[in-house]
């Protein structure tokens, strides 16, 4: 290994920065497991011929982004992205999956901002006037980053939305205080590669393979609630279907 990250003199980039890429790219190749324990940060900088301080600054990024975690006495450890497995086929929000699968759900919130727009008016079928609450979020189980949804709600239907402080639920606050029950979605699944932008917050040193949900969600009155697209990371993410004969 220490070969494999040994920096390049003839490299402009600083060394800590030669070393994080080259860690982070065997990390999510999978050549450095889950459970494997690296070197000490001394033993590290001496193998690379590299001071301390550069070694601690790649470990200290990595724990950041959740790739590596430090157990004392255990050792600093590559930590392996949770594989979640949920099963398609019933309505329910990023909170209520990550509750299913044993998890901690919690949220960024990276945009919130009311819009106008004819594009968005005529798929949910209102007035070029109509008025929507636009969120993207970063979407988290356990602290690690699973999803990166873009979500559109009429505030024709649901004005309360507009005063929603966006913590917990967005299909809750829809049921109560808003009083709209959600009765199902249409939901497409196509498989894309991150962008530069998305590679950032999901921690990749490089775009990655990921699944791109879109779905449009309706009242029990057959009104178009909600419109979301969510980039899911591949590495996490197989979903289940149940077929029947």
Same mark, same amino acid.
């Given at each position: 290994?220490?070969?494999?990250?040994?920096?390049?003199?003839?490299? %402009? !980039?600083?060394?800590? !920065? $030669? *070393?994080? $890429? $080259?860690?982070?790219?065997? *990390?999510? &190749?999978?050549?450095?497991?889950?459970?494997?324990?690296?070197?000490?940060?001394?033993?590290?900088?001496?193998?690379?011929?590299?001071?301390?301080?550069?070694?601690?600054?790649?470990?200290?990024? /990595?724990?950041?982004? #959740?790739?590596?975690? %430090?157990?004392?006495?255990?050792?600093?450890?590559?930590?392996?992205?949770?594989?979640? @497995?949920?099963?398609?086929?019933?309505?329910?929000?990023?909170?209520?999956?990550?509750?299913?699968?044993?998890?901690?759900?919690?949220?960024?919130?990276?945009? =919130?901002?009311? *819009? !106008?727009?004819?594009?968005?008016? @005529?798929?949910?079928?209102?007035? @070029? &006037?109509?008025?929507?609450?636009?969120?993207? =979020?970063?979407?988290?189980?356990?602290? $690690?980053?699973? @999803?990166?949804?873009?979500?559109?709600?009429?505030?024709?239907?649901?004005?309360?939305?507009?005063?929603?402080?966006?913590?917990? %639920?967005?299909?809750?606050?829809?049921?109560?205080?808003?009083?709209?029950?959600?009765?199902?979605?249409?939901?497409? *699944?196509?498989?894309?590669?991150?962008?530069?932008?998305?590679?950032?917050?999901?921690?990749?040193?490089?775009?990655?393979?990921? /699944? /791109?949900?879109?779905?449009?969600?309706?009242?029990? #009155?057959?009104?178009?609630?909600?419109?979301?697209?969510?980039?899911? =990371?591949?590495?996490?993410?197989?979903?289940?279907?149940?077929?029947?004969?």
């Amino acid at each position: 290994m220490a070969e494999r990250l040994r920096p390049n003199p003839g490299n %402009s !980039q600083p060394y800590y !920065q $030669q *070393i994080l $890429q $080259q860690l982070t790219g065997l *990390i999510d &190749s999978g050549e450095l497991a889950e459970g494997v324990n690296l070197p000490p940060e001394r033993v590290l900088a001496d193998l690379l011929a590299v001071s301390r301080t550069t070694v601690k600054r790649c470990y200290d990024a /990595l724990r950041e982004t #959740h790739k590596l975690a %430090s157990y004392g006495r255990g050792g600093t450890v590559v930590r392996g992205t949770p594989r979640v @497995s949920p099963e398609m086929g019933r309505l329910k929000g990023f909170s209520e999956e990550m509750r299913e699968l044993g998890m901690t759900p919690s949220t960024r919130l990276l945009e =919130r901002v009311v *819009i !106008q727009d004819r594009t968005l008016a @005529s798929m949910f079928g209102g007035p @070029s &006037s109509a008025r929507f609450l636009k969120l993207v =979020r970063l979407r988290l189980g356990d602290e $690690q980053p699973m @999803s990166y949804e873009t979500a559109w709600y009429d505030l024709g239907l649901a004005p309360d939305l507009e005063n929603w402080d966006t913590n917990g %639920s967005a299909y809750a606050f829809l049921r109560d205080p808003c009083g709209i029950v959600l009765a199902d979605a249409d939901q497409s *699944i196509e498989a894309v590669l991150s962008s530069g932008m998305e590679s950032e917050v999901f921690g990749f040193s490089a775009p990655a393979p990921c /699944l /791109l949900l879109k779905r449009r969600t309706y009242s029990s #009155h057959r009104k178009l609630v909600e419109y979301v697209e969510g980039l899911f =990371r591949g590495d996490a993410y197989a979903y289940r279907l149940k077929l029947r004969a």
